[in-house]
């Protein structure tokens, strides 16, 4: 199936960890981004990439490193994870840096729980 | 960070009722997504809404961009219980960036 395929989908660890997201997208889309869905359900953008070039970095810490291989690829590494990383993050991709028509297309979500 | 504030946060409906969501800012914007988030998922796009004033139809959701493009609305018609989510309006800045709401968690009882 066509799709915006993140893994794992549950991840728990304890605070210090270093941990990594990877995210893929199989659409053909320029532009891949990494949101973060808060308790309150609040969707915030971290990061975008177009072509694999950074393109928007929002004040993230930089605990917070996301690498781009290529197009098709953006992985998220978090290193020294804090109680307050706990969240829902989310992969998603578009076919342009400008997704006005198509939208987003979101993977189904890693659900971090750093104790 | 451009505020898009979503009413009501929560609502509760029995199946057949309708219902209107609103989402408002202070902010003009170049265009505005509505999306569908189910449970253990990443949102869904519904519609795009791009002229000020607009109205677009999806079976029984009507979607209204404002004249003023800082507002819209979402009205669903004899609600389902398959309607149920989470609604998330998204406004397109004139740096391309979209902004989501805060969210419309929608529960429609059989």
């Known amino acids: 199936d066509t799709a915006v395929s993140q893994t794992p989908k549950y991840l728990v660890t304890q605070m210090g960890n270093d941990k990594s997201i990877k995210c893929e997208q199989n659409?053909?889309?320029?532009?891949m981004y990494w949101y973060k869905q808060d308790s309150k359900k609040f969707l915030k953008i971290m990061f975008s990439?177009?072509?694999?070039?950074?393109?928007i970095n929002e004040t993230v810490p930089n605990r917070f490193s996301p690498k781009s291989p290529d197009k098709a690829h953006l992985n998220l590494h978090i290193n020294s994870l804090e109680l307050g990383d706990s969240a829902v993050y989310f992969c998603a991709s578009s076919l342009s840096i400008r997704p006005t028509g198509g939208g987003y297309t979101f993977g189904s979500g890693t659900r971090l729980t750093v104790v | 960070t451009q505020l898009l504030e979503q009413s009501p946060q929560f609502l509760s409906i029995q199946e057949g009722e309708n219902l209107t969501v609103y989402c408002n800012s202070s902010?003009?914007?170049?265009?505005l997504q509505w999306y569908r988030q189910e449970p253990g998922e990443g949102p869904v796009l519904l519609v795009t809404v791009v002229t000020g004033g607009e109205v677009k139809k999806l079976k029984r959701l009507t979607f209204q961009f404002g004249d003023a493009r800082k507002d819209s609305s979402l009205h669903i018609t004899a609600a389902q219980p398959g309607d149920t989510g989470l609604y998330l309006c998204?406004?397109?800045?004139?740096?391309?960036?979209?902004?989501f709401g805060t969210g419309t968690s929608l529960t429609v009882i059989p």
């Open positions: 902010s003009v914007f170049s265009s």
């Open positions: 998204a406004g397109e800045n004139t740096g391309n960036q979209f902004y």
């Open positions: 990439y177009n072509n694999k070039e950074l393109i």
């Open positions: 659409l053909g889309h320029d532009t």
